[in-house]
């Protein structure tokens, strides 16, 4: 493979992988840095319905990625390599099914409605607030949100070291 003839993810799977990450970093940054927004919006209902639309959409995604055969790696990809780009996608997969749904069982335990975008309600969970699974949840809300933000800079780190620095296919299989 060279940078000028890379082997790419099907049109799905790019559409998915750049649709979630963009709904990702919206919902990092507004968990992260919603309260600073407050005094001139209300952050928090379009992160619980982006957070929600980012499971959906995970699911689908890893219904595709066990339906599908994904490129190959650049030829220059090391075992060690391998093993590790495994890894973190592994990893980011399952923060993006345990995030959403941390926050869907806490969230489901409050006074408001789950709205999708003000389009639809989202069923709530049968939680209420004295459930110990409803403070673990938020705690591993907050702890794994932490987490998420630097496994995403290492992602992005990553992509543009092959780019840049190795001249691989890596960022383009995803382009």
């Known amino acids: 493979m060279t940078i000028t003839d890379p082997v ?3 049109s799905l799977a790019r559409a998915l992988h750049w649709a979630i990450a963009a709904l990702i970093l ?17 952050s928090m209902p379009a992160h619980k319905a982006t957070g929600l639309m980012i499971l959906v959409l995970s699911l689908v995604r ?7 055969k994904t490129p190959a790696y650049p030829s220059g990809f090391s075992p060690l390599m391998r093993k ?7 990893l980011l997969y ?3 099914l345990v995030l959403p749904i941390t926050g869907w069982i806490f969230s489901s335990a409050g006074k408001w409605p789950l709205s999708i975008y003000g389009l ?3 069923p709530k969970l049968a939680v209420t607030k004295d459930m110990a ?13 932490f987490a998420f933000a630097g496994l995403v800079v290492l ?6 070291y092959h780019h840049v620095a190795l001249k691989d296919a890596t960022l383009r299989r995803m382009l």
Not at 134 to 143: D, I, K, N, P, T
Request: hydrophobic content about 55%; glycine content about 14%; cysteine-free.
């Open 62 to 68: 890893i219904g595709w990625r066990l339906s599908w």
């Open 84 to 90: 590790f780009a495994a890894a973190t996608h592994g």
């Open 120 to 122: 639809f309600d989202w």
């Open 94 to 96: 399952i923060l993006m």
């Open 155 to 160: 992602h992005i780190g990553a992509a543009f």
């Open 133 to 145: 699974v409803v403070g673990l949840s938020h705690e591993m809300h907050e702890v794994l949100g």
């Open 26 to 42: 919206f919902n990092l940054l507004t968990g992260l840095f919603g309260e600073g927004f407050e005094k001139i919006w209300a």
């Open 8 to 10: 790419r993810y099907n």
